[in-house]
C-alpha cells in the first residue's frame, strides 16, 4: 500500500453542467468545500482535504495523514457500510492489492456494495494493481422521501437539498414547480436525481404590490439560504420587473433609459430588446425578450476580467531609465504589465535629452531613439528677492561653462560659443506663482553677400563698396592689385595676396582675397558682412533647458 493517496478529483458533476447551473453555483455562493463533499471521499480521522480553485472549477484533493494505512489504522477511517459514496472511495485504496476484477468482487468490502448501495453514477469504478478497471455495481434501492409532494417521473432521489427562503419584506408566499410551499421564511427539503446532469425547479416569489420574482433552482445535495429582497411596484400598474444581481444596473429597453435595477414599469404585450450596463461588469447589450404577461426578468452579470496592459519599451542607446507617470520602472529594455489606461512614459540617459511619449492600449510597443545634448542653457533658479536669475552654461554632457547669478537686463557673452550673446529680458509670474524666464540668445555671424571669381579690369560690387582688380604684380610672389571705394570714393587701393582679409568697419564690410585660378587668370573675392541671428527667444519654465545648436 501507498502510505499517502491524493485524489485530485475532477468534478464530474459539473463537466456536463449547463451555464445556468454555473450561475446558480455562483450566485448562491456555493463553495468548493461543499461541491466536494458531495464527492466520495473518507470520513473519521487520519485523511485532510486538498482543495483548490473556485467555484465552479473545483479540484477536490485529500490525502492519508498516516504513514502507511496497515489494518490497524484502516478501522479508525473505515466509514459505515450504508455510507456508499465513502464506500466506494474506500474500495479504490482496497482494489490496489488485487489483480482480477472477479477475485475482488467477492471480497467483503465489495460485497457490502454491491449488497447495500447505489451509488450517484450506479457504479464503482476502481483500478486495481495490474492498471485494469474494475466496476462494482450497486444494486437499485429506492431511498425513502421524507417529502413526498415533489416527486419528479416517479424516479427515486439520490439526495435531498435543504433551501431557506428568506425575503424582505417576509410574508411572500413560495411556489416551487407551481405547488405552493408556505409563506417566508420558510425552509424546504427538496430532492435531486443526478448530480452529473441536474434538473432545475421553478421557482416563483409572490407578494402584494411588490414585483413577482420568477427564476430557477438548483438542487445539488448543499444546505443553501435563499435571501431576495422584494421590490415594490413603482405603480400599481406596473407589470414587469428587472432585477439584477449586482443591483445598480443600468436598464434600457428598446434604446430607451429606464432607470436602475431593481426597477419596475409598465409594458405592453411585444418582442422588446434590452441592455444591461454597469461599470466593471460585462455589459449585456441586445438581449432579445418576448413580453407577453407579467413576469419578472432576472440577470446576472459578471465582473470584468481585467487583462493587464503590456508596454514593451526599448531604446538607442539602451540603458536609459524609464519612468511611467513620474515612477521610475528600471532601465531599457524593459516591458511591463500595467492596468489598461493612459500613462506617461519618459525615458532619460545622461548626456541624452529626456524623450516622453503618451501610451495607451493593450499591448504597446514604445522604441526611443535618444538625441545627444548639444550645448545649452539651464535656468536654474530664480531668486526673487534680488531679481537674478541662476543660469547654468554648459556644453554636451554636462561639460560647465560658467553657472552664476544675472540680473533681468544683463547680457553674457560666451566666446567659447562664437561669440553667443545671452540676454535676460524679463520674468514673468501667472495666477499659480510659477516664474517663467525670458531669454534672447543671439550669435554674430558673418553674412556672405558676394563670392565668384575676377579678372583684371573686373568689378565686385555690393553697395556701398565696389572693388575693382587693376594688375598682377611681377614681384616673385603672385598677388593682386585691388582698388577699393565706398559710396564712388577711393578708400584703399594695395597689392594683396592669397588669404588676405581686408576690413571695412565704416561700412561694415570685410573683403577675402580666398583662391586664385591659373586656369582662368582669375582671383575668388568674398565680400561679406556681421549679422545677428537669433537662436532662441522666448519665456522659460524654471529647471528648462535651452538648447544651442
Known sequence: MKHQYLALLSIILLSGCTQQVIDYLQEENITCMQICELLPHPTGE???????GTTPNC??????????????????????????????TYLTYSAQDYNDCSEFSETNDAKAYIQDCQLIHGNCNVT???QESCIIQGVSEQIPTSNGSLIINGSSPVGYGIITYLTEPAGAQVYINETYM??????????YYSLSSPEPYNLIIIKDGYCQYQGTQWVL????????????????????????????????????YKGMTPISMNLEPGDYIIDLTKEGYVNQTGRPYHFSEANTFYSKLWEETIVNATIDISSNPAGAIVYVNGTEEGTTPIVLSKEPGTYEVTITKECYDNYTQVVSGKNVFLSATLVEQTKGIEIKNWAEALNKVELRISNYCNDLIQDDYYFIGDTITIPEWDNTNITLKGNLTNSYGEVKIGLNVTKLTNHTLLEDYYGINDYANTSPVSVKLIAWSTAPEEKVKLNISANGELINQDFYSIGDVIDLPEQNKTINVLDWSSEL??????????QVISIAEGYYDIGARVKIE
Open 182 to 191: 408556505g409563506n417566508t421564511p420558510i425552509t424546504v427539503e427538496l430532492p
Open 128 to 130: 486495481l494493481n495490474n
Open 46 to 52: 487520519g485523511f485532510a482535504w486538498n482543495i483548490t
Open 221 to 256: 445535495g448543499v444546505n443553501i439560504t435563499s435571501e431576495r429582497t422584494l421590490v415594490q411596484l413603482s405603480q400599481a400598474n406596473d407589470n414587469f420587473c428587472v432585477f439584477t444581481e449586482p443591483s445598480g444596473v443600468s436598464v434600457s429597453i428598446n434604446g430607451t
Open 59 to 88: 479540484n477536490c484533493g485529500y490525502y492519508f495523514t498516516t504513514p502507511e494505512v496497515n489494518e490497524t489504522q484502516r478501522q479508525i477511517i473505515e466509514p459505515n457500510q450504508t455510507d456508499c459514496s465513502t464506500l466506494c
Open 521 to 530: 587668370e582669375k582671383v575668388k573675392l568674398v565680400i561679406t558682412e556681421p
